[in-house]
């Protein structure tokens, strides 16, 4: 396959996942090919990292998971863990409906 082709192959595959993830149809994760055991070690590193007293960098870490799957409900049950260690209630309950919702 020339260089050509090869670009428009890869050109029009990333136009078919951005069109996916648009959509809502895909999300990073599944296009990563990110599993459900490596969801699991992010969420028990950020609550290592809360429960070291690093807040900042588990709502970091948490950000990025649910980035690259907001339909992840581990990912919502933990940002409301946090939300409820730094007396935010009110966003504690939001990140708790969204647990439920995504479940």
Known sequence: MSIEGEI????NQM????????SGAVTIRELK?????????GLAASR???RAGH?????????GLALYDP????VW???EDLCRSEQLP???????DLARAVS
């Open 8 to 11: 428009a192959m890869q050109t």
């Open 55 to 63: 807040t900042e960098a588990a709502a970091e870490v948490l950000s």
């Open 48 to 50: 290592r990292l809360l």
């Open 15 to 22: 136009l078919n996942a951005y069109q996916l993830l648009q």
């Open 33 to 41: 090919g990110i599993t459900d055991d490596e969801m699991e070690a």
């Open 77 to 79: 049950k933990a940002m």
């Open 71 to 74: 339909y992840y409900p581990g």
């Open 90 to 96: 009110r966003i504690a309950n939001l990140c708790a």
